[in-house]
C-alpha cells in the first residue's frame, strides 16, 4: 500500500511539472494570439522641416499627400508651387483647394516610391516671394513573409499526452492489482488509495491545455481590430499625435516663445462708472407729471443731443393752492383794470395833471399787467427737461402720465467711448506703484489711464479710478463688474502666452501643449503669474523657441 501512495504522489508531480510543457508545445506555436492585436500598418511618412517650413508627406495608394504649414505658427502654406526629386526623377505637385494638400501622382516617380528601401527627396517650396529647399527621407518596408501553415495539433502534445495516458494505465493497474491483493486484508486501505487515485486524475484533468482547437483555429470568434495607428490619439507618455489634416480641421496654431522681462500685475475686481465731464443726470426742479416731448419720451440706448428736449413736467398743486393761486390772480386784474382807467384819465388831464403822476400811474398798470402773467404762467408752464450732454440714454424711468417728485432721476445719459473705472485695492501701497493698467474685452486689451486714488476707504478698501477711452468701450454698460489687470513698476522673467493657451490637466494643474514635432504635441507643466488679462506670463515650465498652441489648444486636450 505504501508503494502505491509513494507512486501515486509521483505521477501528480510529474503532472504538475509537464502540464506547462504540454500546454505550450499544443498551442504556442500554431499562431495562437489572443492579447493585443498588432498596430495596424501606417502609411510610410516623411517629415522636412526648415527655418520657415515644414513638411509632411503621406505615400498612399495613389499619390503622395503632402501637407505644408509655418514652421513657428502652423498657419498652412496653400496655392504655393511645390516640386519634388529623388534619385534623379522629377515631378510636380498640385494643390487640392477643397483638401489643402499637394499631391505627386506622376506614376515613375510613385513607383519610384514605393519600391521598398530608404529614398531621399528633395522639395523645392516657391510661396510667393519665398523660396526654400527642403529635404528629408522615405522609408518604405518590404513585404512582410507569409507566415507558414500551422499544422495540426503538435506531435509534442500527442507524445507527451501519450506519455501521461501510459503511466496513467499503469498506475490503474498497478493500483488494482494491488487492491485486489490487500482487498481482504484491509479495505479501508484501499479506498484511500482509490481516493488519491481520484484526486491524481483530477488534477491531470485540470491541468489539461485546449491544445485540440489547433489547426483552424476554431474559436468562434475573431480577434478584436487594431486601432487606426495614423489617426489623432493619446500615447501612453501623455503626448498627442494628431496628423496635419486633423491639425486644419482644429485649426491649430502656434506661438514661438521668447523670454523677456515683464511688469508684474496684479488682478483687481472693478465697476464701469459715468464719467462726470462727458455724462449726466435728468432731474426735475417740481414735482409733477410726465408729458411727451415732440419726439416722444426717449427709450434707452438713443442718441441724444446737448440741449435737445427729453420731455415736460406738468407741475401739479394741491386744490387749496390753486384756489389761492386763482383768487389772487382774481385781484390782480381788478386792481390793473382800475390802473388802466387812472391813466386813461389822466391823460385826458395831462394839460394840467403833472407829467410825473402819469408815468407813476402807466407803471403802477404795467407791473399789474406782469404780475398777473407771472402768475398765470405759473399755474400752466410746463418744466422742459433738456439733455446736459451729448450721448446715449442709458437708462430711463418715466412713462407718460407718471408723477415724479422733485429731484428723482429720470434720465442718465452717458458718453460708451469715454467711461471711468472704478477699482478697489485692498493694498494701500498700491496706488503709488502703479505703472500701468489694461482691461480685457473680447480679446481686446484696453488701455486704462490712472486718475487718482481715493483718501476714504470704501468696503475695507481703497478706490482706484482709471479713465477708458475706445470704441472697445460700447459693450459696456454702467455698473458693469470687471476684473481689471494693474501693472506695477516691478518686473518679473519669464514668457508671455495667451491665456487660451493655458489649459487644466486631470489632477488640476495648469499645463500648455508644445509642438514636439511636426505631427506630436506635449503637455508641459507650467506657472503663471497675471500680465494684462489677454497674456500671462510662464515663470517656470517653458524655455525659449518653445511653440505653444494658442488655437485648438482646448480640442487638443480634450483627445484621449
Same mark, same amino acid.
Given at each position: 500500500?505504501?508503494?502505491? +501512495?509513494?507512486?501515486?504522489?509521483?505521477? !501528480?508531480?510529474?503532472?504538475?511539472?509537464? =502540464?506547462?510543457?504540454?500546454?505550450?508545445?499544443?498551442?504556442?506555436?500554431?499562431?495562437?494570439?489572443?492579447?493585443?492585436?498588432?498596430?495596424?500598418?501606417?502609411?510610410?511618412?516623411?517629415?522636412?522641416?526648415?527655418?520657415?517650413?515644414?513638411?509632411?508627406?503621406?505615400?498612399?495608394?495613389?499619390? %503622395?499627400?503632402?501637407?505644408?504649414?509655418?514652421?513657428?505658427?502652423? @498657419?498652412?502654406?496653400?496655392?504655393?508651387?511645390?516640386?519634388?526629386?529623388?534619385?534623379?526623377?522629377? @515631378?510636380?505637385? +498640385?494643390?487640392?483647394?477643397?483638401?489643402?494638400?499637394?499631391?505627386?501622382?506622376?506614376?515613375?516617380?510613385?513607383?519610384?516610391?514605393?519600391?521598398?528601401?530608404?529614398?531621399?527627396?528633395?522639395?523645392?517650396?516657391?510661396?510667393?516671394?519665398?523660396?526654400?529647399?527642403?529635404?528629408?527621407?522615405?522609408?518604405?518596408?518590404?513585404?512582410?513573409?507569409?507566415?507558414? =501553415?500551422?499544422?495540426?495539433?503538435?506531435?509534442?502534445?500527442?507524445?507527451?499526452?501519450?506519455?501521461?495516458?501510459?503511466?496513467?494505465?499503469?498506475?490503474?493497474?498497478?493500483?488494482?492489482?494491488?487492491?485486489?491483493?490487500?482487498?481482504?486484508?484491509? !479495505?479501508?486501505?484501499?479506498?484511500?488509495?482509490?481516493?488519491?487515485?481520484?484526486?491524481?486524475?483530477?488534477?491531470?484533468?485540470?491541468?489539461?491545455?485546449?491544445?485540440?482547437?489547433?489547426?483552424?483555429?476554431?474559436?468562434?470568434?475573431?480577434?478584436?481590430?487594431?486601432?487606426?495607428?495614423?489617426?489623432?490619439?493619446? !500615447?501612453?507618455?501623455?503626448?498627442?499625435?494628431?496628423?496635419?489634416?486633423?491639425?486644419?480641421? %482644429?485649426?491649430?496654431?502656434? #506661438?514661438?516663445?521668447?523670454?523677456?522681462?515683464?511688469?508684474?500685475?496684479?488682478?483687481? *475686481?472693478?465697476?464701469?462708472?459715468?464719467?462726470?465731464?462727458?455724462?449726466?443726470? $435728468?432731474?426735475?426742479?417740481? @414735482?409733477?407729471?410726465?408729458?411727451?416731448?415732440?419726439?416722444?419720451?426717449?427709450?434707452?440706448?438713443?442718441?441724444?443731443?446737448?440741449?435737445?428736449?427729453?420731455?415736460?413736467?406738468?407741475?401739479?398743486?394741491? /386744490? %387749496?393752492?390753486?384756489?389761492?393761486?386763482?383768487?389772487? #390772480?382774481?385781484?390782480?386784474?381788478? /386792481?390793473?383794470?382800475?390802473?388802466?382807467?387812472? $391813466?386813461?384819465?389822466?391823460?385826458?388831464?395831462?394839460?394840467?395833471?403833472?407829467?410825473?403822476?402819469?408815468?407813476?400811474?402807466?407803471?403802477?398798470?404795467?407791473?399789474? @399787467?406782469?404780475?398777473?402773467?407771472?402768475?398765470?404762467?405759473?399755474?400752466?408752464?410746463?418744466?422742459?427737461?433738456?439733455?446736459?450732454?451729448?450721448?446715449?440714454?442709458?437708462?430711463?424711468?418715466?412713462?407718460?402720465?407718471?408723477?415724479?417728485?422733485?429731484?428723482? #432721476?429720470?434720465?442718465?445719459?452717458?458718453?460708451?467711448?469715454?467711461?471711468?473705472?472704478?477699482?478697489?485695492?485692498?493694498?494701500?501701497?498700491?496706488?503709488?506703484?502703479?505703472?500701468?493698467?489694461?482691461?480685457?474685452?473680447?480679446?481686446?486689451? $484696453?488701455?486704462?489711464?490712472?486718475?487718482?486714488? /481715493?483718501?476714504?476707504?470704501?468696503?475695507?478698501?481703497?478706490?482706484?479710478?482709471?479713465?477708458?477711452?475706445?470704441?472697445? #468701450?460700447?459693450?459696456?454698460?454702467?455698473?458693469?463688474?470687471?476684473?481689471?489687470?494693474?501693472?506695477?513698476?516691478?518686473?518679473?522673467?519669464?514668457?508671455?502666452?495667451?491665456? =487660451?493657451?493655458?489649459?487644466?490637466?486631470?489632477?488640476?494643474?495648469?499645463?500648455?501643449?508644445?509642438?514636439?514635432?511636426?505631427?506630436?504635441?506635449?503637455?508641459?507643466?507650467?506657472?503663471?503669474?497675471?500680465?494684462?488679462?489677454?497674456?500671462?506670463?510662464?515663470?517656470?515650465?517653458?524655455? =525659449?523657441?518653445?511653440?505653444?498652441?494658442?488655437?485648438? /489648444?482646448?480640442?487638443? *486636450?480634450?483627445?484621449?
Amino acid at each position: 500500500m505504501m508503494q502505491v +501512495t509513494h507512486f501515486l504522489a509521483a505521477l !501528480r508531480l510529474a503532472a504538475v511539472l509537464l =502540464a506547462p510543457g504540454f500546454a505550450w508545445a499544443a498551442g504556442g506555436d500554431q499562431g495562437h494570439d489572443h492579447g493585443e492585436a498588432a498596430p495596424a500598418a501606417t502609411a510610410p511618412v516623411i517629415t522636412a522641416t526648415s527655418g520657415s517650413f515644414e513638411l509632411v508627406g503621406r505615400l498612399k495608394a495613389g499619390e %503622395l499627400s503632402i501637407h505644408i504649414d509655418r514652421a513657428d505658427t502652423n @498657419a498652412p502654406v496653400l496655392d504655393a508651387q511645390l516640386g519634388l526629386e529623388s534619385d534623379g526623377r522629377r @515631378a510636380s505637385a +498640385t494643390f487640392h483647394a477643397d483638401q489643402g494638400d499637394y499631391a505627386v501622382d506622376d506614376a515613375a516617380m510613385l513607383a519610384h516610391l514605393k519600391t521598398p528601401g530608404v529614398k531621399a527627396l528633395v522639395f523645392t517650396l516657391v510661396a510667393g516671394e519665398e523660396r526654400e529647399l527642403l529635404s528629408g527621407e522615405l522609408d518604405v518596408p518590404g513585404e512582410a513573409p507569409a507566415d507558414a =501553415a500551422a499544422p495540426g495539433p503538435a506531435w509534442t502534445a500527442v507524445a507527451g499526452w501519450g506519455a501521461v495516458a501510459l503511466a496513467a494505465i499503469a498506475a490503474l493497474a498497478l493500483a488494482r492489482r494491488r487492491l485486489n491483493a490487500a482487498r481482504a486484508a484491509h !479495505r479501508e486501505g484501499r479506498m484511500r488509495a482509490l481516493r488519491r487515485l481520484g484526486a491524481t486524475m483530477l488534477v491531470l484533468a485540470m491541468l489539461a491545455p485546449p491544445a485540440w482547437a489547433g489547426g483552424d483555429h476554431g474559436h468562434g470568434h475573431d480577434a478584436p481590430a487594431a486601432p487606426d495607428a495614423s489617426g489623432p490619439q493619446r !500615447r501612453p507618455d501623455g503626448s498627442v499625435f494628431l496628423p496635419k489634416p486633423a491639425q486644419r480641421q %482644429l485649426g491649430v496654431r502656434t #506661438l514661438p516663445t521668447v523670454v523677456a522681462e515683464w511688469p508684474r500685475a496684479v488682478e483687481l *475686481n472693478a465697476r464701469v462708472a459715468m464719467d462726470p465731464n462727458a455724462g449726466g443726470q $435728468v432731474q426735475p426742479l417740481n @414735482a409733477g407729471r410726465i408729458e411727451p416731448g415732440p419726439r416722444g419720451l426717449p427709450e434707452p440706448g438713443q442718441a441724444v443731443r446737448k440741449g435737445e428736449l427729453l420731455a415736460y413736467v406738468l407741475p401739479s398743486a394741491a /386744490a %387749496l393752492e390753486r384756489a389761492s393761486q386763482a383768487a389772487q #390772480l382774481a385781484e390782480l386784474r381788478a /386792481a390793473q383794470a382800475l390802473a388802466d382807467k387812472r $391813466v386813461a384819465r389822466l391823460r385826458e388831464l395831462a394839460d394840467t395833471v403833472p407829467r410825473k403822476d402819469i408815468e407813476a400811474a402807466e407803471s403802477e398798470a404795467l407791473s399789474l @399787467a406782469e404780475r398777473i402773467a407771472a402768475l398765470g404762467g405759473g399755474l400752466a408752464t410746463r418744466e422742459a427737461l433738456l439733455a446736459p450732454v451729448s450721448g446715449v440714454i442709458a437708462s430711463a424711468h418715466v412713462v407718460a402720465g407718471q408723477v415724479v417728485d422733485a429731484r428723482e #432721476l429720470l434720465f442718465e445719459i452717458v458718453d460708451p467711448a469715454r467711461l471711468r473705472i472704478e477699482a478697489l485695492a485692498y493694498d494701500a501701497a498700491l496706488a503709488a506703484d502703479i505703472g500701468s493698467a489694461t482691461l480685457a474685452l473680447g480679446g481686446q486689451r $484696453v488701455p486704462l489711464a490712472f486718475v487718482g486714488a /481715493a483718501r476714504s476707504l470704501r468696503e475695507q478698501a481703497l478706490p482706484l479710478v482709471f479713465r477708458a477711452e475706445g470704441e472697445a #468701450l460700447s459693450a459696456l454698460a454702467v455698473g458693469q463688474p470687471l476684473r481689471i489687470h494693474v501693472q506695477t513698476r516691478s518686473t518679473l522673467k519669464g514668457i508671455a502666452v495667451p491665456v =487660451a493657451a493655458l489649459l487644466k490637466n486631470p489632477v488640476n494643474q495648469t499645463i500648455v501643449w508644445v509642438k514636439a514635432a511636426p505631427e506630436r504635441f506635449e503637455p508641459r507643466i507650467v506657472t503663471v503669474e497675471p500680465l494684462d488679462g489677454v497674456r500671462a506670463v510662464v515663470t517656470s515650465g517653458l524655455a =525659449a523657441g518653445d511653440r505653444v498652441a494658442t488655437q485648438g /489648444a482646448t480640442l487638443i *486636450n480634450q483627445l484621449r
